[in-house]
């Protein structure tokens, strides 16, 4: 059953005025006028270090003002004080905190923390290259021309600065490490297997990634390993069998299968690349 609404006008009830109560034989400005006594401590809770103690923050810093020349002594309990700041708006602190970087794992990370893990050694002693001795990992460079004018090899110029790196570091000093783009990389790359591998077969590891190097940049696209490092050079590696057997580069079929096998781990293994390449 619903309510019905009056039909006929009705009055609100005024509201009644309000009684004020004054206390018995004393004005209301007689209240407001009277000073406290100073033994009286209900209420101070602003305290000086000094002793004093007062009902307000302004009483408490005038006091500091001309008895301490302005000076908070040790001890001075306020509301102000226990916040760590004085009246007026608060500052606004500049946050200088330099943002943390997450380290992002990766699938390979188990893989390398196994005490039996030696990738390089396994591969090279597997196909017979492996030396105690190694050899210089900036030999067997091709030459390279450019504008008609002979120029050192990209890769081979980081492995220079990665031989001078390595020697500070050698020698104690301190050495910065550099970004980790595509052609250093390759450089690493060069730099581990040169320490173990046997000098005929380096020279067949450095012309792997020279000509790697080339198809990546004239084949796909111009400074491919500046723009992407080497995540995705897994996915153009049987495409690049494919060129090197266009330009008749004389590789054994059963060695290069290998190296690009063993190269593909290699980069996913350091955590260069997410992509596994796996035997069928």
């Known amino acids: 059953m619903f309510r019905s609404f009056p039909t006929a006008p009705f009055q609100i009830a005024q509201q009644q005025p309000k009684i004020e109560i004054s206390a018995p034989n004393e004005s209301r400005n007689d209240m407001k006028n009277k000073r406290r006594s100073k033994s009286d401590q209900e209420g101070r809770t602003y305290k000086c270090g000094c002793g004093k103690m007062y009902l307000s923050y302004p009483a408490l810093y005038t006091h500091i003002k001309t008895k301490h020349d302005g000076i908070t002594p040790e001890g001075t309990n306020a509301p102000q004080f226990k916040n760590g700041r004085g009246r007026g708006r608060p500052r606004k602190i ?163 299968e290998k190296l690009v096998k063993h190269y593909a781990e290699w980069l996913y293994s350091h955590g260069y690349t997410h992509i596994r390449i796996l035997d069928n």
């Open 94 to 256: 500049k946050d200088t905190t330099e943002p943390v970087r997450v380290q992002i794992t990766h699938p390979s990370d188990n893989i390398r923390k196994n005490p039996n893990f030696a990738d390089e050694i396994s591969y090279l002693r597997e196909i017979g290259h492996y030396s105690q001795e190694g050899t210089d990992p900036t030999e067997n460079f091709p030459r390279v021309f450019k504008n008609n004018q002979e120029t050192e090899h990209p890769i081979l110029a980081t492995l220079k600065e990665e031989s001078i790196l390595h020697e500070k570091a050698k020698n104690g000093e301190f050495v910065q490490e550099k970004e980790n783009k595509g052609d250093r990389i390759m450089a690493k790359f060069l730099w581990e297997h040169a320490k173990i591998c046997q000098k005929e077969f380096y020279k067949a590891i450095v012309l792997f990634i020279v000509l790697l190097y080339k198809f990546l940049d004239e084949e796909i696209e111009e400074n491919f390993l500046l723009k992407y490092n080497c995540e995705e050079v897994p996915c153009y590696l049987a495409q690049f069998m494919k060129y090197l057997e266009v330009i008749k580069c004389e590789f054994n079929e059963e060695d290069l």
